[in-house]
Structure formats: C-alpha cells, structure tokens
C-alpha cells in the first residue's frame, strides 16, 4: 500500500539554524516524489520535486530535497531558516502505478524563533 | 492570471442539506482533483478526473459526488452532508494526470465546510 509519513507533527527552530524534515514513504514502483507548503490561510504551494536523476533536488525558497531510495526517504532541508518559513509541510508521493493518485503525508508544523 | 478558484470559500450548513462547492481552473488543465484536509490526517483524496467525463474515487469519496462535463469545471457534491464531512476542501488541478500528477498539482485557496 502506498503511504506516507512524516514523523514530526511539530518543530521548532531558530531563526538563522538549519532544519531538516522528514520524510519516509512506502510506494509500490518508481515513485515520484514531492514537498508542499501551506501557509496559514492558504492553499498548497508546490516547493520541490523528484522524479528522476539527480537525488539532490533544488526548489524554490531556497530548499532542497535529497531522496534516498535505500533509507525510503525523501528529506527536506534548508541551511539557515527564516521567519517567513513558518508553515505547514507536506511530504507527497506518487507515481505510474497509480495514474491520478497523490498521497499525502500528515504534515509537519513549523515554528521559527526570532 | 493562471489560478484555481473556489466557491465559496466558507459555508456553514446543516444536516442534510444538499450542497455544492465549485472549482475552476483557468488554466487548459486536463487533470483536476478534490482533497479533504483534517488536522492531524494531512489531505486525502476524495475523488479526480483525469480528463473531461472521466472520474475516479480516490481515499474517501464515500458521501461525496463529482462531475466533470467541461475542462474547466470540477464541482464537489455533498447529497446529504453530515457532521463528519466538515472540514477544509482544496480542489487542485494538473496539466496532465499522468504518474500520479507528473506535473504539479495547482491547489485552490480552499473552503471551509461546517456541517451543523
């Protein structure tokens, strides 16, 4: 069965620190690989995507993504956080097995200190 | 401007009366797909369309309809809605529904549902 998960519900950082979010999936075939956030009040806004090649994606806001298809992980990172980073994220896969599905994990919470 | 817009964007409703909450894309899409997200459960799938007359169930459709008789349109419809269906809808649409959303999915604002 498809599924994701995000093992966090909630992290906390300061502004300025790095930040790593997790991802694991379990996925059938070649998945393809994705990270979205919402804002408060918003809709989805896609940040990065993975569906072959280089495991090292880069995305916009100056995120990036490394999926390791041994550890099943699609982890997301950022070397120095700002406020405006505060968000939810949610970890997505899906793939050729399954023509028009996307899964979701349950999302992560983040919180920046100043 | 290249969007996916929802209505209405917050309803407040009772028990069993029939509702419908439309999306639109204006953006040539052939994909288009409705999300429930609960806290704690993240987004699932309640139904999409892979083109026009074309539609499947995804996670949850139970209490849910759908139609696609146009690209553009995708309304989501609550025959009988019931407590448990409140919630916050996102309709999204992708140029092609091929692997899983191969090309990104575009997400509307939302609607907030409650059901009385």
């Known amino acids: 069965a498809q599924s994701v998960t995000q093992p966090d519900i909630h992290i906390t950082v300061s502004e300025g620190a790095s930040l790593e979010l997790r991802c694991n999936y379990s996925y059938g075939a070649t998945p393809y690989l994705f990270w979205y956030v919402q804002s408060p009040g918003q809709g989805l806004q896609l940040l990065l995507k993975?569906?072959?090649?280089?495991?090292l994606v880069q995305g916009i806001k100056g995120f990036e993504a490394e999926f390791k298809r041994s550890q099943s992980s699609f982890n997301l990172r950022k070397p120095s956080v700002h406020w405006s980073d505060a968000a939810e994220y949610f970890c997505?896969?899906?793939?050729?097995?399954?023509?028009?599905?996307?899964?979701f994990g349950r999302g992560t919470q983040l919180t920046v200190w100043p | 401007e290249a969007q996916v817009t929802q209505n209405p964007r917050y309803l407040i409703t009772v028990t069993g009366k029939k509702l419908t909450v439309t999306c639109s894309q204006n953006m040539n899409h052939e994909y288009m797909s409705w999300y429930r997200q609960d806290p704690g459960l993240g987004l699932r799938q309640i139904y999409y369309s892979m083109n026009v007359e074309v539609t499947d169930k995804g996670d949850v459709p139970e209490g849910y309809k759908v139609s696609r008789k146009e690209k553009r349109n995708f309304p989501l419809i609550l025959e009988s809605p019931s407590p448990n269906q409140t919630s916050l809808y996102f309709c999204?649409?992708?140029?092609?529904?091929?692997?899983?959303?191969?090309?990104?999915?575009?997400f509307g604002p939302g609607t907030r549902l409650t059901v009385l």
């Open positions: 997505a896969v899906g793939g050729g097995s399954t023509l028009g599905r996307l899964y």
């Open positions: 993975y569906f072959s090649g280089d495991t």
């Open positions: 999204a649409s992708s140029l092609s529904g091929l692997a899983g959303g191969h090309n990104e999915q575009f």
